[in-house]
C-alpha cells in the first residue's frame, strides 16, 4: 500500500499542536454556566460568557479539543447539506434564504474572530476548488455560484475544464467552481487558541471529567460528574459527534459518523506546484465524496472522507481513502503516507446544525461533518442566548432534531446506508457527460 514504514494513527495536527491533559484543579461547587464539551463550540461560549463575568466551568471526558476540533481537514466550508430548494421544502423559503445567508455571517464571524484576537491557527484565505464530475454538474455549479454573488455578494465562479489546471493538476473533474470565501485553518491549532482564550478569560475547564447526568434541582441544575457534584444556573451541551450515555435523548438524535484523513509524505516543490497550482482548499460533486488541501506548510497533500468501518482496524480504511486520493491524483501512486487517522462527525434526521433547548438546558450540536465554521458561531449564539442579549439571533435555533427510530447510539445501520451512498456516486459518475 504504502512505502511508509509506519504510519501514525493519531491526527497530523498534533505535530506542531499537541493536545494535552489540563492541571487537576477541584471542581467548583456551584457555578453560573456549566458547558459540557471542550470543542470548539463549548470553549468559544465560554469565552463570550466569561468576558460578560458569567462564572463558568467547563468539562469535558477527553482532552480539550482531542476530538473533532482537532481531527478535521481544517477547510472553513461551513456547508449546508440539503440544497435550497429542499430547505424550503422542510422549513420554508423564508428560513431558507436566512439559513444560507448566515452561512456567510458565520464565516465571516470566524475569520474576523481569528483576525482580532491574533490567534495563531495558520489561517490561508485562498478559496476553495469544488471538482464537477461531468458537464451537467458543472453546468448547475455554475447557476448556483451566479445565484450567491447575485443573492449574497460572494465571490464564486465557474471554472471550465480547459481552465482547471490553473486550479489542480487532476484530469478527473469536468471543470467546476470557486468560491473565495472559504480557506484553511490548522485546526488544533485554532482549538488551542481558543482554550487560552477561554482560561484568559476566566473560565475554570476541566479534562477528563466525565458528565454522568443532569437533572433540574429547583431554580437551578445539579450536574453529576466524575470529579463530583456541581449546581449550575444554566446548563450548555455541545458534546456533537462525542455524545454519550449521559445524555441518552440527546444520543437517539445524533450519529457519530467517522471521518478518516489521510496525509502524503512530504512531496517535492515542482510535484505540488503541479498539483494545487492555486494551493486552495479542495471539494468534490458526489455524496460520499472527498475534501483536500495542501498542508499550511505547502508540503503534503491531506485528503479525507467518509469512513464507514466500526472496528479497530485501520489498514482496510486507510487503503480505501488512498485509492480516493490515487483517483484524483494517478501519479501519487509509489507515494507513502505518513498518517492516517479518524475522528467523529454528528449527522442528525435532517441535516441541519442546531441550537435549540429542552428542558431549560441548551444545547449547540449536529454540526453534520462542518463544525470548523458552525461550532463556534453556534457556541457564539448560544452564549449570548444564555445572557439574553439581542446577539442571540440565528436562523439554526429551532427545534431539535427528530429522533432516529430504533437508535440508541450504536449506529448499526451506517455501514448499509455508507454501501448505498457509494452506489448512487458509482450511478452517477455513469450518467455524467464526461
Same mark, same amino acid.
Given at each position: 500500500?504504502?512505502?511508509?514504514?509506519?504510519?501514525?494513527?493519531?491526527?497530523?495536527?498534533?505535530?506542531?499542536?499537541?493536545?494535552?491533559?489540563?492541571?487537576?484543579?477541584?471542581?467548583?461547587?456551584?457555578?453560573?454556566?456549566?458547558?459540557?464539551?471542550?470543542?470548539?463550540? =463549548?470553549?468559544?461560549?465560554?469565552?463570550?460568557?466569561?468576558?460578560?463575568?458569567?462564572?463558568?466551568?467547563?468539562?469535558?471526558?477527553?482532552?480539550?479539543?482531542?476530538?473533532?476540533?482537532?481531527?478535521?481537514?481544517?477547510?472553513?466550508?461551513?456547508?449546508?447539506?440539503?440544497?435550497?430548494?429542499?430547505?424550503?421544502?422542510?422549513?420554508?423559503?423564508?428560513?431558507?434564504?436566512?439559513?444560507?445567508?448566515?452561512?456567510?455571517?458565520?464565516?465571516?464571524?470566524?475569520?474576523?474572530?481569528?483576525?482580532?484576537?491574533?490567534?495563531?491557527?495558520?489561517?490561508?484565505?485562498?478559496?476553495?476548488?469544488?471538482?464537477?464530475?461531468?458537464?451537467?454538474?458543472?453546468?448547475?455549479?455554475?447557476?448556483?455560484?451566479?445565484?450567491?454573488?447575485?443573492?449574497?455578494?460572494?465571490?464564486?465562479?465557474?471554472?471550465?475544464?480547459?481552465?482547471?489546471?490553473?486550479?489542480?493538476?487532476?484530469?478527473?473533474?469536468?471543470?467546476?467552481?470557486?468560491?473565495?470565501?472559504?480557506?484553511?485553518?490548522?485546526?488544533?491549532?485554532?482549538?488551542?487558541?481558543?482554550?487560552?482564550?477561554?482560561?484568559?478569560?476566566?473560565?475554570?475547564?476541566?479534562?477528563?471529567?466525565?458528565?454522568?447526568?443532569?437533572?433540574?434541582?429547583?431554580?437551578?441544575?445539579?450536574?453529576?460528574?466524575?470529579? =463530583?457534584?456541581?449546581?449550575?444556573?444554566?446548563?450548555?451541551?455541545?458534546?456533537?459527534?462525542?455524545?454519550?450515555?449521559?445524555?441518552?435523548?440527546?444520543?437517539?438524535?445524533?450519529?457519530?459518523?467517522?471521518?478518516?484523513?489521510?496525509?502524503?509524505?512530504?512531496?517535492?516543490?515542482?510535484?505540488?506546484?503541479?498539483?494545487?497550482?492555486?494551493?486552495?482548499?479542495?471539494?468534490?460533486?458526489?455524496?460520499?465524496?472527498?475534501?483536500?488541501?495542501?498542508?499550511?506548510?505547502?508540503?503534503?497533500?491531506?485528503?479525507?472522507?467518509?469512513?464507514?468501518?466500526?472496528?479497530?482496524?485501520?489498514?482496510?480504511?486507510?487503503?480505501?481513502?488512498?485509492?480516493?486520493?490515487?483517483?484524483?491524483?494517478?501519479?501519487?501512486?509509489?507515494?507513502?503516507?505518513?498518517?492516517?487517522?479518524?475522528?467523529?462527525?454528528?449527522?442528525?434526521?435532517?441535516?441541519?446544525?442546531?441550537?435549540?433547548?429542552?428542558?431549560?438546558?441548551?444545547?449547540?450540536?449536529?454540526?453534520?461533518?462542518?463544525?470548523?465554521?458552525?461550532?463556534?458561531?453556534?457556541?457564539?449564539?448560544?452564549?449570548?442566548?444564555?445572557?439574553?442579549?439581542?446577539?442571540?439571533?440565528?436562523?439554526?435555533?429551532?427545534?431539535?432534531?427528530?429522533?432516529?427510530?430504533?437508535?440508541?447510539?450504536?449506529?448499526?445501520?451506517?455501514?448499509?446506508?455508507?454501501?448505498?451512498?457509494?452506489?448512487?456516486?458509482?450511478?452517477?459518475?455513469?450518467?455524467?457527460?464526461?
Amino acid at each position: 500500500m504504502s512505502k511508509t514504514a509506519q504510519i501514525q494513527n493519531s491526527p497530523y495536527w498534533w505535530i506542531a499542536a499537541p493536545v494535552r491533559p489540563l492541571p487537576v484543579q477541584p471542581l467548583p461547587q456551584k457555578t453560573d454556566v456549566l458547558i459540557v464539551g471542550a470543542g470548539f463550540a =463549548g470553549l468559544t461560549a465560554a469565552v463570550i460568557l466569561a468576558r460578560a463575568g458569567r462564572s463558568v466551568v467547563v468539562v469535558d471526558k477527553m482532552m480539550p479539543g482531542e476530538g473533532a476540533s482537532s481531527r478535521n481537514g481544517g477547510i472553513t466550508s461551513g456547508n449546508i447539506r440539503p440544497s435550497f430548494d429542499e430547505l424550503s421544502r422542510r422549513f420554508g423559503g423564508e428560513r431558507a434564504l436566512a439559513i444560507e445567508a448566515e452561512g456567510k455571517t458565520a464565516r465571516e464571524f470566524l475569520y474576523d474572530f481569528i483576525r482580532t484576537e491574533k490567534l495563531d491557527c495558520d489561517f490561508q484565505p485562498v478559496g476553495k476548488f469544488g471538482g464537477a464530475i461531468g458537464r451537467e454538474q458543472y453546468e448547475a455549479g455554475a447557476r448556483t455560484a451566479e445565484t450567491l454573488h447575485k443573492r449574497l455578494g460572494i465571490e464564486t465562479f465557474a471554472v471550465p475544464q480547459a481552465e482547471q489546471s490553473r486550479y489542480i493538476g487532476s484530469d478527473f473533474y469536468r471543470g467546476g467552481h470557486v468560491r473565495m470565501d472559504i480557506g484553511g485553518v490548522h485546526p488544533a491549532k485554532l482549538a488551542a487558541e481558543i482554550l487560552r482564550l477561554a482560561l484568559e478569560a476566566g473560565a475554570a475547564v476541566h479534562s477528563g471529567t466525565e458528565v454522568k447526568g443532569v437533572r433540574r434541582d429547583g431554580a437551578e441544575f445539579s450536574v453529576e460528574t466524575s470529579a =463530583g457534584t456541581v449546581s449550575a444556573r444554566q446548563v450548555l451541551v455541545c458534546t456533537n459527534g462525542y455524545t454519550d450515555g449521559s445524555d441518552p435523548w440527546l444520543r437517539r438524535r445524533l450519529i457519530p459518523v467517522r471521518s478518516r484523513i489521510i496525509v502524503t509524505d512530504p512531496l517535492p516543490t515542482e510535484v505540488m506546484d503541479r498539483l494545487m497550482p492555486s494551493r486552495m482548499m479542495y471539494s468534490e460533486g458526489l455524496i460520499l465524496g472527498h475534501y483536500f488541501r495542501p498542508t499550511p506548510d505547502g508540503t503534503r497533500i491531506l485528503l479525507g472522507g467518509r469512513d464507514a468501518s466500526t472496528g479497530t482496524d485501520e489498514t482496510g480504511p486507510t487503503e480505501n481513502i488512498r485509492q480516493g486520493l490515487l483517483r484524483i491524483f494517478p501519479e501519487l501512486k509509489s507515494v507513502g503516507l505518513s498518517h492516517s487517522w479518524y475522528g467523529h462527525v454528528a449527522m442528525n434526521w435532517d441535516m441541519v446544525p442546531r441550537l435549540f433547548e429542552r428542558e431549560g438546558v441548551t444545547y449547540a450540536t449536529g454540526f453534520c461533518g462542518s463544525g470548523v465554521v458552525w461550532a463556534p458561531w453556534l457556541g457564539t449564539r448560544a452564549a449570548h442566548k444564555l445572557l439574553g442579549d439581542d446577539q442571540a439571533r440565528t436562523a439554526f435555533e429551532f427545534r431539535p432534531p427528530a429522533a432516529i427510530p430504533f437508535y440508541n447510539g450504536k449506529p448499526y445501520f451506517l455501514p448499509a446506508v455508507i454501501q448505498g451512498y457509494r452506489l448512487r456516486d458509482r450511478l452517477a459518475l455513469a450518467r455524467a457527460t464526461r
